[in-house]
């Protein structure tokens, strides 16, 4: 078997914000490795930081103190230009599905694709679709969101996300809209899916039901990743 990689190395973080007086430590010496292939379930109170050590691995903002490592490139100190390359390898999952309004799901999924890459139009197009049969949604390929139930929505972001095989898919409480038998059959899905692609993920959640498809799971506490659980 393959060794597997280390998707995301973060090294003695910190992250602030705010400035000068008001500049407070949300983010204490965090240390994590992500490896391909993972799942990593975080956990924790409301506030604690997970959205920010989330959004920070994702290159959505910059590292201010520490190391963070994603694909062996280190973030701390990158350009804005390193950090759009970075972003290219990851998918992302949001609570609400981000979904494009006035484009049909397919139209949804291949413009995250064409954006990411240049393939060809009919390439796209052919893959969007399916992606989209990969998540169940064979008979809705043409439908808009406002005709899809909010499991449906969830799974066209599933697929937007990991239409373009990212390397690590970031996810914030993914099945937090929807009811338990539609919030399993999502994470049941990125589970299968990311198995196939050995892809990472990384799932931020306060939903009990679902930590069993976790690797691993982490704890975020003030700020602080508590030792791990197993
Ligand atoms: N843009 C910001 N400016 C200042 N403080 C912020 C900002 N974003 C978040 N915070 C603060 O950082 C802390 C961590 O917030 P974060 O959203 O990372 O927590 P969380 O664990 O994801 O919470 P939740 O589970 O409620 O989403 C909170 O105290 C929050 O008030």
Known sequence: MMKPKSIVDVKNLNQFFGKRKLRSQILFDINLTIKSGEIVIMTGPSGSGKTTLLTLIGGLRSVQQGSLKF????LYGASNEQLVQARRHIGYIFQAHNLLDFLTARQNVQMSLELHTNIPKWKALKQSEAMLNAVHLENR?????????????QRVAIARALVSHPKLVLADEPTAALDSKSGRDVVT???QLAKEQNCAILIVTHDNRILDIA?????MEDGKLLPEVF
Do not use: A, F, H, T
């Not at 694909?71 to 280190?74: F, H, T, V, Y």
């Not at 390929?141 to 909010?150: A, E, F, H, I, K």
């Not at 690797?215 to 704890?219: A, C, E, K, S, W």
């Open 215 to 219: 690797d691993r799971i982490i704890q």
């Open 141 to 153: 390929v043409n439908y808009y969101p406002c005709d899809l139930s909010g499991g449906q929505k």
């Open 189 to 191: 899905l990125m589970q």
């Open 71 to 74: 694909l062996g490139q280190e």
